[in-house]
Nanobody, 125 residues
Framework: QVQLVESGGGLVQPGGSLRLSCAAS????????MGWFRQAPGKEREFVAA????????YYADSVKGRFTCSRDTGKNTVYLQIISLTPEDTAIYYC??????????????????WGQGTQVTVSS
């Protein structure tokens, strides 16, 4: 059974940085794309970044390019999302998700079969 567990969220001041982790277990993830989504209060969940498990090819939403970096450590079965220059608009629950397939990045949450429980990121002074 696939399990995704996010961690690393918390309260951070504007301008700060954070690294979120997503520990994946339950199967071999070769052939999977791992996605990061976020849901801000009162808003729909939105795609922010994705990475292919095997070769580490990445894709980002235009709104986060330059500030978000997605990476993975296949030895630790963990995907990371590094965020810099945080603003209050980054306040959201951040979710990790997994989708089987690596041809073309999927940005709709309906394309992802497996989800973590989310980790809260709050940006405030």
């Amino acid at each position: 059974q696939v399990q995704l567990v996010e961690s690393g969220g918390g309260l951070v001041q504007p301008g700060g940085s954070l690294r979120l982790s997503c520990a994946a277990s339950g199967r071999t993830f070769n052939g999977y794309t791992m996605g990061w989504f976020r849901q801000a209060p009162g808003k729909e969940r939105e795609f922010v970044a994705a990475i292919t498990w095997l070769i580490g090819r990445t894709y980002y939403a235009d709104s986060v390019k330059g500030r978000f970096t997605c990476s993975r450590d296949t030895g630790k079965n963990t995907v990371y999302l590094q965020i810099i220059s945080l603003t209050p608009e980054d306040t959201a629950i951040y979710y990790c998700a997994a989708n089987y397939g690596t041809t073309g990045f999927r940005t709709a949450d309906s394309d992802y079969a497996y989800w973590g429980q989310g980790t809260q990121v709050t940006v405030s002074s």
